[in-house]
């Protein structure tokens, strides 16, 4: 997957690009540390509804793409497992602001179907159908938010 097909937040970008080969986080034995939270530069537009301060000091999500890649190595890594189910819990919260400040449909199904895909990386290991499920989503979310939020690009 090209980053280039993203114009989104960093956050996403970033995960992105590493979803596109994340076995090389496990193969090369590194132990990537998610930041403190997902955009930290970011400060909510005028307008922007809270969901984004949300997606933007997310502390998980930034583990997602170094998670897959130990599970894609060591499928049942529980460290790994746990980082995703933070991360779907963080979405699941998201997906709540989303719902109850009458954000769009799309972005609801978009968020839904990231937490689906994180799920199945989660419960049944990264394989390629799934890392390609989650980039998708990834792609879609970032697609929808970017626009509402404006993140720092």
């Given at each position: 997957m090209l980053p280039g097909r993203l114009r989104v937040v960093g956050l996403l970008v970033v995960m992105t690009g590493a979803l596109a080969g994340c076995t090389g986080f496990a193969e090369a034995g590194s132990e990537a540390q998610p930041?403190?939270?997902?955009?930290?530069?970011y400060e909510q537009a005028d307008g922007a509804p809270g969901f984004c301060d949300s997606l933007a000091g997310s502390r998980h999500l930034t583990a997602v793409a170094p998670a897959m890649g130990v599970l894609a190595a060591e499928r049942g890594n529980v460290e790994a497992e746990l980082e995703l189910a933070t991360a779907i819990d963080e979405l699941r919260d998201v997906l709540e602001q989303v719902e109850?400040?009458?954000?769009?449909?799309?972005?609801?199904?978009?968020?839904?179907?990231?937490?689906?895909?994180l799920a199945a990386a989660r419960d049944d290991g990264v394989t390629t159908a799934v890392r390609d499920d989650v980039a998708a989503a990834l792609d879609d979310v970032g697609r929808l938010v970017q626009p509402v939020c404006r993140f720092p690009t």
């Open positions: 930041a403190d939270v997902a955009v930290p530069s109850d400040e009458g954000g769009s449909a799309r972005l609801e199904a978009a968020i839904g179907d990231l937490v689906d895909a």
